[in-house]
Every structure is written in structure tokens, then in C-alpha cells.
């Protein structure tokens, strides 16, 4: 039951903009976003709730479909401090705390 | 301090051996996880605490692995008789509470490399 992203991969231009996805076949309640660099704990970046919601701060927004189990990442006008791997946990209706990670997406953004 | 913290940071040891990886949450958190995360995989549930009970120790991989958790404070996560395959990165984490929608804080985690 491993929350799918996608892409797996992304290569970009610094100004340059992206979108990650998280989708879940099961009912979420709530969808959180973490970014990791290479030999680092990963770093919290927002968390979404059911009901569906839109989120964000500086460049870095997200939006949760709850209708599709879905969560896009939203990276505007990209910076060099954004590359890193992006993770998605999903916390499902029937678990009180169980963070589920998805595989994550790999971003690299070149000058 | 201010955040969560771990240690060792580093350990290698040898097959058969037992070791022990220490998490302080951040204080007033009373939720603490363990995650185990392999190179250049995702984090894989391990155990999770409320308080110093464990209502879910699902992800623990075999009963080689134990935790503990003495009150709303450190945890010790320990592997006995440790195999190659128990190399990776034991992130801990906590929050204020344990629920659904409450935020998760890593530490930076403890790189365990069995010879």
C-alpha cells in the first residue's frame, strides 16, 4: 500500500518550474512532504488534511484531491537549494499515525 | 536542544554482534517512531510509541529487533545478532502528539553498516 510518485526523476534549469505526484488507492487523511539531501534526515515541508486543501510557502506549494487520493508538489521558479530527493508519506483513514512513504523523486537543478 | 537527536551517528559493527541506536525526541513530543531506510530506498516503518507503550510494532523486521522507550524520553532501538542486511540508515522521529495530522520531525539519523 505504498503511496506511487512520480516522476521518479526530475532534471531542471535553475528558474525553472516542477510538479511531483503522490497517489494512494487507499482513503488518506492526511499527506505529508519531506525533502532529503544526500546524507541528511529528511526535512518537513507541509502536510495536507483530508477534505482536500491547497498549501504553501515561498516558491513551494501543494495541493491533496481527496476525490483522487491525490497530492501534487508544486516547485516554482526553482533554486539550487531545491535539489534533493522529495518523499511523500501518506497516513491512511484506518491508522491513527502510520507514516507510508512513497519511493521518492529524485530533483536536481543546474545553474 | 531543539531538535531530534541520535546517536551514534556512525556504526559499524560485525555480523552476530548486538548493537544499540539511542533517539532523544524533540522535548514534550509524546510520539516517537523509528524508520529504517536502505541506500537510495524510501523510509520503511519500523515501531511506534505513544508514551512509553508500543500499540504497534508492525514493521519490525524479525525478532531480532527490539525498542524501548523509557516515559515521554529516549528510545533505544536494539538489533540482536545483526546480519548484513540490517545495513542502512535508523531515522527516528516525533511529534506532540500521535496523530493522523500531526507533523513527524526526523533526526539526522544513525548509519549502521554491518561487516
Known amino acids: 500500500q505504498q503511496p506511487v510518485q512520480s516522476p521518479q526523476a526530475v532534471i531542471l534549469r535553475e528558474g525553472e518550474d516542477a510538479v511531483i505526484n503522490c497517489s494512494s488507492s487507499?482513503?488518506?487523511?492526511?499527506v505529508h512532504w519531506y525533502r532529503q539531501k544526500h546524507g541528511e534526515a529528511p526535512i518537513f515541508l507541509m502536510i495536507?488534511?483530508?477534505?482536500?486543501e491547497q498549501k504553501g510557502h515561498d516558491k513551494i506549494s501543494a495541493s491533496f484531491n481527496e476525490k483522487k487520493q491525490q497530492s501534487s508538489l508544486y516547485l516554482t521558479a526553482s533554486q539550487l537549494s531545491y535539489s534533493g530527493t522529495y518523499f511523500c508519506?501518506?497516513?491512511?483513514?484506518?491508522?491513527?499515525?502510520?507514516?507510508?512513504f512513497g519511493s521518492g523523486t529524485r530533483l536536481l537543478v543546474r545553474p | 536542544g531543539a531538535g531530534v537527536s541520535q546517536s551514534p551517528s556512525n556504526k559499524v559493527t560485525e555480523k552476530g554482534k548486538d548493537v544499540e541506536l539511542r533517539c532523544d525526541p524533540i522535548?514534550?513530543?509524546?510520539?516517537l517512531y523509528w524508520y529504517r531506510q536502505r541506500l537510495g530506498q524510501g523510509l520503511e516503518f519500523l515501531i511506534y510509541?505513544?508514551?512509553?507503550?508500543?500499540?504497534?510494532k508492525s514493521g519490525l523486521p524479525s525478532d531480532r529487533f527490539s525498542a524501548e522507550r523509557t516515559g515521554e524520553s529516549v528510545s533505544t532501538l536494539t538489533i540482536q545478532r545483526t546480519q548484513q542486511e540490517d545495513s542502512a540508515v535508523y531515522l527516528c522521529?516525533?511529534?506532540f502528539g500521535g496523530g493522523q495530522g500531526d507533523t513527524q520531525y526526523f533526526g539526522p539519523g544513525t548509519r549502521l553498516t554491518v561487516l
Open positions: 522521529a516525533s511529534s
Open positions: 487507499k482513503a488518506l487523511y492526511s
Open positions: 495536507l488534511l483530508k477534505g482536500g
Open positions: 508519506g501518506t497516513v491512511r483513514m484506518d491508522s491513527s499515525y502510520k507514516l507510508i
Open positions: 522535548s514534550g513530543h509524546t510520539a
Open positions: 510509541f505513544q508514551g512509553n507503550s508500543a500499540p504497534d
